[in-house]
Nanobody, 125 residues
Framework: QVQLVESGGGLVQAGGSLRLSCAASGRTVSGYAMGWFRQAPGKERETVASIRWSNTYYADSVKGRFTISKDNAKNTVYLQMNSLKPEDTAVYYC????????????????????WGQGTQVTVSS
């Protein structure tokens, strides 16, 4: 079993930056695919970024502004968010998919096996 704990959310002005962290425990996730999804009230869940080995995926809405990275030594995945916009306001969740034989970076919620409790990101205009 893997536990995921997010941190780093908060309130930021439009144009600002935040760095989210997701610490995994229970198992090493070095071989796992990791991702971040977000959900805002009244909106569909959206995976914004994922990473599998050196392969990454970004939703069009965040491409060029968000960067996902993984530190296997710390069992942690990060989401650097720059040039934030009010429409980025949401609860951000970390997700993990167990090891598999592909460099495909999953992009749908149901492709993952574990999810964290989320951290709120609020971007003011």
């Amino acid at each position: 079993q893997v536990q995921l704990v997010e941190s780093g959310g908060g309130l930021v002005q439009a144009g600002g930056s935040l760095r989210l962290s997701c610490a995994a425990s229970g198992r090493t996730v070095s071989g796992y695919a990791m991702g971040w999804f977000r959900q805002a009230p009244g909106k569909e869940r959206e995976t914004v970024a994922s990473i599998r080995w050196s392969n990454t995926y970004y939703a069009d809405s965040v491409k060029g502004r968000f960067t996902i990275s993984k530190d296997n030594a710390k069992n942690t995945v990060y989401l650097q968010m720059n040039s934030l916009k009010p429409e980025d306001t949401a609860v951000y969740y970390c997700e993990a998919r167990k090891n598999y034989y592909s460099d495909y970076a999953p992009r749908e919620f149901y492709e993952y096996d574990y999810w964290g409790q989320g951290t709120q990101v609020t971007v003011s205009s």
